[in-house]
């Protein structure tokens, strides 16, 4: 079994490991709801949402007289379908596309729709699969096997007589891109098994084009693939857009309608306006701002500061850590994830700042993720140092609070926080 650096093993379905304080789900919305109050007590004007995604709805007052769910797809279903096939390069007379309420939906129907109990599904990508993959699978009862790199999925997919689904991730969680000839080797080699392979291409559908030069998601020669609206690039809403064979895409469309995984259709007309508007120089700029952050924090955390391409990254067992050194504690009192979470806490309270820690429940990395930063969101807040100082002084303040574990259950879940289940469950 998989554990942190500490010896806490992972939870089920999840790449860290959960402790006292957010032992569940349940407890996530339980902070997520402590963020709220802390927005509330900020307001909205002094709250800067570094989150990296839009999650906004980018809908004129005009489109709303017809945010209506008969109305809307009526008029706006047709250019809905044509741009979002030019945008993740497929074709109309071979590919048809469906939305989501989520990536989450989207991947939900399309396993729901394509795999049978006891089928072989296997995911690959740099890393490891979003929690989202593999609790689809094992929602309908697929044998589940992630991989990590080509070498690895060319081993599993060998020892496997039959498999029905290849779940590829292009930008994994991690943000660690797969390179375009490991994806194409891994599409043949799924089509020799005569499996499908569909791909959760949530961020990657604009981040492998626009910032490093691949094709598009169809392009790739995936049967079928998502990609979330509110990543990089686009302006929202938080959808999934579903596009790729025309008979695959219809029946999973169909599965959604029939599960109420579909978006409203009262949304599409925000849909076609975030990609009307999309310009691949905004993922660039958004990159660059990145950067620009890494560059002010790691003199400050030196060696525990991770970078991929698109993304700085602080792992949360190093937050720990360091948190224990400032605090002058030898004995962790908490698991790596809970000080991740109050460390983003903290960052929300004492200097407004909106982390993707809080997009989640539960998250699906217990990382620190620094990604795609708005420049005038970071100019309105003050500039890199000042955004690399903030992340210096609440893991300091962290190191404090760790010498009264009750303090942290009080910063992450307010007042009288209730104790629930063990670590690691």
Known sequence: MATDRFGNPYAPNLPYARGKILATTENDFRKLQRAWTLIRARGPDAVFIFTGLEHSLPMTGEELRFADDELAPALYFERLRSLTLAHLGGSSDRHDVAVFNRMTGATLATHLTLVRPGDVVIGAS?????????????????????????????????????????????????????????????VRLANDKGALVYMDDAGGARVGPAGFGQPRMLELGVDIGATGLDKYGT???????????????????????????????????????????????????????????????????????????????????????????????????????EAAAALAMLLLRDHGMLMVHFVGVPPGTADLLIKFVPPETLERFG??????????????????????????????????PQSCGKAGG
Do not use: C, W
Not at 261 to 273: D, H, K, N, S
Not at 319 to 324: D, Y
Not at 326 to 333: D, H, I, K, S, W
Not at 384 to 404: C, V
């Open 126 to 186: 740099a890393s490891y699969s979003h929690p989202s993959v593999m609790r689809a699978a094992n929602h309908v009862g697929a044998r589940f096997t992630d991989t990590a790199g080509l070498g690895m999925f060319k081993a599993a997919i060998a020892s496997e007589p039959r498999v029905a689904l290849v779940v590829l991730t292009r930008l994994a969680v991690t943000y660690d891109l797969m390179p375009v000839e490991e994806i194409r080797a891994i």
């Open 235 to 337: 302006l929202g809403p938080r959808l999934g857009l579903l596009a790729g064979r025309a008979d695959l895409a219809a029946r999973i469309r169909a599965t959604g309608f029939e599960f109420g995984l579909e978006a409203r259709q009262m949304l599409y007309p925000g849909i076609v306006r975030t990609l009307e508007q999309y310009d691949p120089a905004r993922v660039q700029a958004l990159i660059e701002t990145t950067r620009l952050i890494a560059r002010e924090l790691r003199p400050l955390i030196g060696n525990r500061l991770r970078e991929t391409p698109t993304t700085v990254q602080i792992p949360a067992d190093d937050i720990l850590e360091i948190a224990m050194q400032r605090g002058g504690l030898e004995e962790a009192p908490i698991v790596p994830y």
């Open 383 to 416: 500039g890199a140092a000042r955004y690399a100082s903030a992340i210096d002084d609440s893991l300091t303040r962290l190191g404090t609070l760790l010498h009264e574990p009750a303090s942290i259950g009080e910063l992450l879940l307010g007042d009288n």
